[in-house]
């Protein structure tokens, strides 16, 4: 059974600094592409950073680039994602997924949503 299992959220002040962890059991992340997808309250799910299983390219949306990284650890099938400078409108659910879908470029994983599998999220909440 597959399952991603995403941890490290929590209530931060702006200009503080989070990191995500995203859990995989069942599935081996170095065949998958990973991404961070986040949900704020009323507004649609939003494909911030997405790694291509094929070339390692990593995409990610105007905004989070500079504040936001994605990386990940094989060995401990754990994909993270490090986020500095948090701004408000930085708060939402916060998912990982990862695709077995054939992509001509990862931005397409961010763009369409294209998760295989998803987590059930973490909450990051930034305010002062």
Same mark, same amino acid.
């Given at each position: 059974?597959?399952?991603?299992?995403?941890?490290?959220?929590?209530?931060?002040?702006?200009?503080?600094?989070?990191?995500?962890?995203?859990?995989?059991?069942?599935?081996?992340?170095?065949?998958?592409?990973?991404?961070?997808?986040?949900?704020?309250?009323?507004?649609?799910?939003?494909?911030?950073?997405?790694?291509?299983?094929?070339?390692?390219? $990593?995409?990610? #949306?105007?905004?989070?680039?500079?504040?936001?990284? !994605?990386? =990940?650890?094989?060995? %401990?099938? +754990?994909?993270?994602?490090?986020?500095?400078?948090?701004?408000?409108?930085?708060?939402?659910?916060?998912?990982?997924?990862?695709?077995?879908? $054939?992509?001509? #470029?990862?931005?397409?994983?961010?763009?369409?949503? !294209?998760? =295989?599998?998803?987590? %059930?999220? +973490?909450?990051?909440?930034?305010?002062?």
């Amino acid at each position: 059974q597959v399952q991603l299992v995403e941890s490290g959220g929590g209530v931060v002040k702006p200009g503080g600094s989070l990191r995500l962890s995203c859990s995989a059991s069942g599935i081996a992340l170095n065949y998958y592409h990973i991404g961070w997808f986040r949900q704020a309250p009323g507004k649609e799910r939003e494909g911030i950073s997405c790694s291509s299983k094929s070339d390692e390219s $990593t995409y990610y #949306a105007n905004s989070v680039k500079g504040r936001f990284t !994605l990386s =990940s650890d094989s060995a %401990k099938k +754990t994909v993270y994602m490090q986020m500095n400078s948090l701004k408000p409108e930085d708060t939402a659910v916060y998912y990982c997924a990862a695709s077995t879908h $054939t992509l001509s #470029a990862v931005q397409t994983m961010c763009d369409l949503r !294209l998760g =295989s599998y998803w987590g %059930k999220g +973490t909450l990051v909440t930034v305010y002062s």
